[in-house]
C-alpha cells in the first residue's frame, strides 16, 4: 500500500508587496524543528519583488497560486490558501513575520495534549521599530499555567479583557472547521475580518487549546502594513455577534455582547485618531444592556434613567 504523502500541517501565506521580508519569513518556516509540512503561497497581485524572493527557493514544499487582482486584508488570499491546502492542520504566517523554529513542534503536542482541540493559539512577541521587543498580554499572564484550554466565554472573556490567545500569524486551524465556519471575510471587511474569522470558528469548535510557547514574531516597522492605512469600522464583527445571538443565551449572550462593544469602541476610538474627528453614529451601535453603566455612563453622556432601568433589571434578575 502506497504511504500516504499528505503533510501534517498546511502554512498558508499571502504575500502582497512584502518584497523587503518574505524571504525572513518563509525561512523561518523551513527552518523549523518539524518538517512535516507544506507551504502555499498565495500572491495577491504584487507588484514589486515579492516573487523574485520567493522564487529564490527551491524546496518541493512550497506551492505557489496566483490571483490576479488583490484584496483587501489578504483575505481573499488566505482563503484560496485553504481550499489549495492538503493538511488537516493549516497554519497562518504573515508574510512580514517569522516563526521561531519550534513553533510547530510545539503545536504536535498540544494537539496530542488536547486532542478535542480544533482551534490553535499560543504566544508572540512584537519588535517594535528600533528593534526593541515586548511579550504579547496573553503569554506574559498565562505562560505560567502551561497549555491550557479555553471555552468560548473563557475566548470571550480574555479578548474583553484586553487579551488575545490567538493572533494571525499563530493561529492554527483544522481545516473542515475553517471552511463549516464560512472563512475569511472577503469583500466584507478592509480590517477585523481576521479577528472576526477566529471568533466564528472558536465558536463553532467550542474552544480552543493554547500552548505556552512563544510562537513568532511581529514586526511593527513592515512595510505595506493594513494597519496603518486603514480604518476598522467593527462592522463585520458586529454582524457575526448578531448572528450568533441566535445561539447563544444567558452569559455567553452578555459577554457576545461585551465582545461587540469592545470592537465598537476601538473602532470609535480610531475613527478619531485616523479621521481626526468624532463619530458618534458608532455609539449608537452599542448593546447598552452589556455596558459597564458605573465606569463609562459619564463619558458617553447617559443619563440618570438609564441607570435607573439597570438597577431595577438587576434587581429583577431572578425572574428573568
Not at 190 to 218: F, K, N, P, Q
Not at 250 to 259: E, I, S
Amino acid at each position: 500500500m502506497k504511504k500516504s504523502t499528505r503533510p501534517y500541517f498546511s502554512v498558508v501565506v499571502p504575500v502582497y508587496n512584502k518584497g523587503p521580508h518574505i524571504y525572513r519569513a518563509l525561512q523561518s518556516v523551513l527552518d523549523q524543528t518539524c518538517s512535516d509540512f507544506e507551504i502555499v503561497i498565495v500572491n495577491d497581485a504584487s507588484t514589486d519583488n515579492s516573487m523574485e524572493e520567493v522564487n529564490a527557493f527551491e524546496d518541493p514544499r512550497i506551492r505557489l497560486f496566483e490571483r490576479s487582482r488583490s484584496g483587501p486584508g489578504g483575505y481573499a488570499a488566505r482563503n484560496l490558501g485553504i481550499e489549495k491546502a492538503n493538511a488537516e492542520w493549516i497554519a497562518f504566517l504573515d508574510a512580514d513575520d517569522e516563526w521561531n523554529p519550534d513553533h510547530l513542534e510545539n503545536y504536535k503536542e498540544l494537539i496530542r495534549t488536547f486532542p478535542e482541540a480544533q482551534v490553535l493559539g499560543c504566544g508572540r512577541e512584537i519588535v517594535q521599530p528600533g528593534g526593541a521587543i515586548r511579550t504579547g498580554d496573553y503569554f506574559k499572564i498565562h505562560a505560567a499555567d502551561g497549555s491550557h484550554y479555553l471555552t468560548l466565554d473563557g475566548y470571550l472573556e480574555a479578548y474583553i479583557s484586553g487579551l488575545r490567545p490567538l493572533w494571525t500569524s499563530v493561529t492554527c486551524i483544522r481545516k473542515q472547521v475553517l471552511q463549516q465556519a464560512g472563512g475569511f471575510p472577503a469583500g466584507r471587511a478592509r480590517r477585523g475580518g481576521d479577528i472576526d474569522t477566529w471568533l466564528r470558528c472558536v465558536e463553532y469548535a467550542g474552544g480552543m487549546a493554547w500552548s505556552a510557547h512563544i510562537g513568532a514574531r511581529y514586526f511593527k516597522d513592515s512595510v505595506n502594513m493594513v494597519t496603518n492605512n486603514t480604518v476598522n469600522t467593527a462592522e463585520v464583527e458586529r454582524a457575526t455577534v448578531k448572528v450568533l445571538l441566535k445561539r447563544h443565551s444567558g452569559k455567553t449572550a452578555v459577554l457576545l455582547k461585551k465582545f461587540a462593544n469592545n470592537r465598537t469602541m476601538k473602532a470609535f476610538k480610531e475613527h478619531r485618531k485616523v479621521k481626526g474627528r468624532t463619530k458618534l453614529s458608532y455609539l449608537t451601535r452599542l448593546y447598552f444592556s452589556a455596558l459597564p453603566f458605573n465606569k463609562i455612563s459619564g463619558k458617553l453622556g447617559l443619563n440618570r434613567k438609564n441607570r435607573t432601568d439597570r438597577k431595577e433589571q438587576t434587581g429583577n434578575k431572578s425572574h428573568a
